[in-house]
């Protein structure tokens, strides 16, 4: 079974400053890892995943995630926010073998953009 | 990219009623669909996955009966919260899964906001 821990439940930051949103895992076996944003009473959309290849994956709207083995940690950054990034964030992990590859998602992580 | 609607958006209904939800890949064939349950600031809960004409798999803890899958075709997937309570009130997410594996992503529906009175 995996665990997903996003450790920030909330990320208050000012617009144009740097962000990252961290996220851990925990899995017996290979994982695939992902980011999906959420906005007000919207579904997810999805950021960015990792599958293999090289660990810093880059997706949409500006911001990336780099899959550590060793820390198991798949942490978000963008460099630049601005105040339409506010939203809900969701890093998910899923079995890279099995069939099944259903993700798991963390709690959550609310990023809020100030003027 | 592809896109998956569900309708109704809202719903508000009286205890003892019955809810459908009907999720549709519109612009793909899914082979795979899943049901999320989220509650406010929480996390999806995932409750059950359906294969096109095939039975739906539920998560532990969720209720076959109480939540009826209906996986009719490769574009339609359907949730009926039956004799709905208002502990059902919460926000369901359908998704689609285009291809199989990993490599087929998954699409998020923009959820339906049930209200059990």
């Known amino acids: 079974a995996q665990s997903v821990t996003q450790l920030d439940s909330q990320v208050p930051v000012f617009e144009e400053a740097p962000v990252e949103l961290r996220c851990n895992y925990s899995s017996s076996v290979s994982v695939y890892l992902f980011w999906y944003v959420q906005y007000p009473n919207q579904g997810l959309q999805l950021l960015l995943k990792y599958l293999s290849g090289s660990t810093l994956v880059k997706g949409i709207n500006g911001f990336e995630a780099e899959f550590n083995k060793s820390q198991t940690s798949f942490h978000l950054r963008k460099p630049s926010v601005h105040i339409s990034d506010t939203a809900e964030y969701f890093c998910?992990?899923?079995?890279?073998?099995?069939?099944?590859?259903?993700?798991?998602f963390g709690r959550g992580t609310s990023l809020i953009v100030h003027p | 990219g592809a896109v998956v609607s569900q309708h109704p958006s809202r719903v508000i209904c009286k205890s003892g009623t019955s809810v459908k939800i009907e999720c549709r890949s519109l612009?793909?064939?899914?082979?795979?669909m899943f049901w999320y349950r989220q509650f406010p600031k929480q996390s999806l809960m995932l409750m059950a996955t359906s294969n096109e004409g095939s039975k739906a798999t539920y998560e532990q803890g969720v209720e076959k009966d109480k939540f009826l899958i209906n996986h009719a075709s490769l574009t339609l997937s359907t949730l009926t919260v039956t004799s709905a309570h208002p502990e059902d009130s919460s926000f369901y997410i359908c998704s689609a899964r285009e291809g199989s594996g990993a490599q087929g992503d998954q699409y998020f529906g923009p959820g339906t906001r049930l209200l059990v009175l």
């Open positions: 612009d793909f064939q899914a082979t795979t």
């Open positions: 998910a992990v899923s079995p890279a073998s099995g069939g099944s590859y259903i993700p798991t």
